[in-house]
């Protein structure tokens, strides 16, 4: 998507309740009557479904942005209060889900509501304005742009059913002002996010090297299929889609050292998250979809985008002895910090696996000050060091290149497009559904074709278990998968959470978020329950 103009032009639904489904927030003179007349419009607005999907990323946003969340720590939210991280740094905006105290007025949770129901209504926008006399250049353009929006539409319904369960299903762009939503059942919503997803899968472009970087083949779609097949309890489906994309013969999992930094120390699991490293031009035949991020390129993401790059690293930069540097991640935060449970037991991984190497997660820290007397001394991480986020085991992956790319150390942009599916998830979902239909030697294959790219042991059936599946994940995809996505996809949030995260105490409430209160209280029409426990 680097070579087309980002932006959204399109009618962006910033849902503050269920009274605005019909607000528009145009981002340029244009509007969608004069816009959605052509090939070329339709081309600008489902590029404005690009951008506004990667928004779930943006924090502060801008002027140019397509949806905002407002607020620093958007993705960090769905990793926090769950059994993989905790927070070390004094935000009260993510404090409130590191202890899962937000409530029904928490912003952050009216803004992902928001942000599924934008993205809905932008793909339903372009689905009606499709039907229409439009001047197509080929006659393959009408399903190919509807394949793209309704894969859009199904993603936006990803966020709203995992986070909030039953939720109102808009199919079409409202032309009269409503106040009387309900709440569809979350099996619906499923079965038509399904539908979305097989047209998709069936109208989407085959070839990823004959698309624009960036740009949704019918793999990406066959992807997150088989993830919904799993959520509506269909794993025989899933593992279809999942085994179509594997036996595509379009990817493969790098098992070689690859890109430019290949000569130098590292492995092939470090490689995959280098700068310029995520998309297939750089030889990275791993990834399935890559969201275009980098930051201060047409096409990118803007400084306010994927702040991630100071989350998963500590504030080493306080320590006496030490300075800013990208080589140790630049100006981390720790918004998020590691559980000990996982990162400091020593039976987590296998002593082979490269994921756990020094080149993925950095747990020897040296002062790097040179007019300190410290210098090259190493600095100990304590417990109460880990607890003040300034020094822990920290993710590589998010070590997001160099600091001086948008001219501001502290705040700039990611510097690094982002692998939002790749074909190791799509053996861990394949294993996911051979458990669910207790194949346990198949998904032990499955998940030994991940283990062996790592270097780590094979597997047997036996040890096959829903909890060996999601320590796994972690292992493979800590920081990259939506971990309260996938606890809750397996039944395991409340469990696992209460077991290993000391800080949460999570109840049977915490399940689902609360549906936020200015949509309950502004849908006057028609009954609109409150999630459970949450009721004012």
């Known amino acids: 998507m680097k070579k087309i103009l980002s932006i959204a032009i399109t009618s962006v639904l910033m849902l503050t309740g269920c009274s605005d489904f019909l607000d528009e927030d145009l981002k340029s003179s244009l509007s969608p009557d004069n816009t959605y007349t052509s090939t070329h419009g339709f081309e600008v607005g489902v590029t404005g479904l690009y951008e506004f999907a990667r928004s779930e ?24 209060g769950t059994d993989l991280a905790v927070t070390g740094h004094n935000d009260g905006t993510l404090q409130i889900f590191d202890n899962l105290s937000y409530t029904p007025l928490t912003g952050l949770i009216n803004s992902f509501w928001k942000f ?9 926008q372009i689905l009606e304005y499709s039907e229409k006399d439009v001047k197509w250049d080929k006659p393959t353009d009408k399903i190919g742009f509807q394949a793209e929006a309704r ?30 939503f309900t709440r569809t059942p979350k099996a619906e919503v499923l079965n038509k996010m399904i539908e979305d997803l097989e047209f998709a899968t069936a109208n989407l472009p085959e070839d990823p090297d004959k ?26 489906k899933a593992e279809k889609a999942a085994l179509d994309v594997i036996n595509s013969g379009k990817f493969s999992l790098m098992k070689n050292r690859f890109g430019k930094e290949k000569e130098q120390a590292g492995d092939v699991f470090a490689d995959m998250f280098r700068e310029n490293n995520q998309n297939r031009t750089s030889g990275n035949m791993e990834s399935i979809w890559v969201m275009q991020l980098e930051y201060n390129t047409t096409g990118g993401g803007g400084e306010s985008d994927d702040w991630t790059k100071r989350a998963w690293v500590p504030k080493y930069w306080q320590l006496d002895g030490f300075v800013i540097a990208d080589s140790l991640g630049g100006r981390g935060l720790a918004q998020l910090t590691p559980l000990t449970w996982w990162i400091n037991d020593e039976n987590f991984y296998d002593q082979e696996d ?27 991480i304590t417990e109460t060091l880990w ?37 190791a998830e799509t053996y861990l979902l394949l294993a996911e559904a051979r458990m669910q239909q207790s194949d346990l030697s198949g998904a032990a294959e499955a998940i030994n074709i991940v283990r062996e790219r790592a270097h780590a042991k094979a597997i047997i059936a036996d040890q096959v278990t829903v909890d060996f599946l999601l320590d796994e994940r972690i292992r493979e995809m800590a920081g990259e998968e939506l971990r309260r996505f996938t606890l809750s996809r397996l039944g395991k949030l409340k469990e696992r959470t209460l077991k290993y995260n000391p800080r949460a105490q ?18 006057t029409g028609a009954e609109f329950p409150q999630n459970p426990g949450w009721e004012q």
């Open 151 to 180: 894969f859009f539409r199904a993603y936006g319904y990803r966020y709203l059913v995992y986070l909030f369960g039953d939720v109102p299903y808009v199919d079409k762009v409202e032309d009269k002002f409503r106040v009387d």
């Open 116 to 124: 599924g129901y934008g993205l809905v209504a932008n793909a339903n």
């Open 387 to 423: 607890t003040a986020g300034q020094l822990c085991p920290a993710l590589t992956k998010f070590f997001y290149g160099v600091i001086d790319r948008g001219g501001d150390e502290g705040y700039g942009g990611n510097t690094k497009d982002r692998m939002k599916f790749r074909l």
């Open 57 to 80: 990323w943006n924090t502060w946003g801008g002027s140019d942005n397509a949806f905002t969340h407002g607020a620093a720590t958007p993705y960090e939210i769905l990793q926090i």
């Open 211 to 236: 698309v624009m970087v960036g740009r949704l083949t019918k793999w990406a779609a066959e992807h997150m299929l088989s993830e919904v097949y799993l959520m509506a309890g269909m794993p025989d």
């Open 354 to 380: 490269i994921r756990n190497s020094e080149y993925n997660i950095k747990r020897n820290w040296y002062c790097n000050n040179p007019e300190s007397e410290k210098y090259g001394q190493k600095t100990e």
């Open 506 to 523: 999570m109840e049977d409430k915490h399940l689902l978020w609360p549906i936020p209160q200015d949509v309950i209280n502004s849908n």
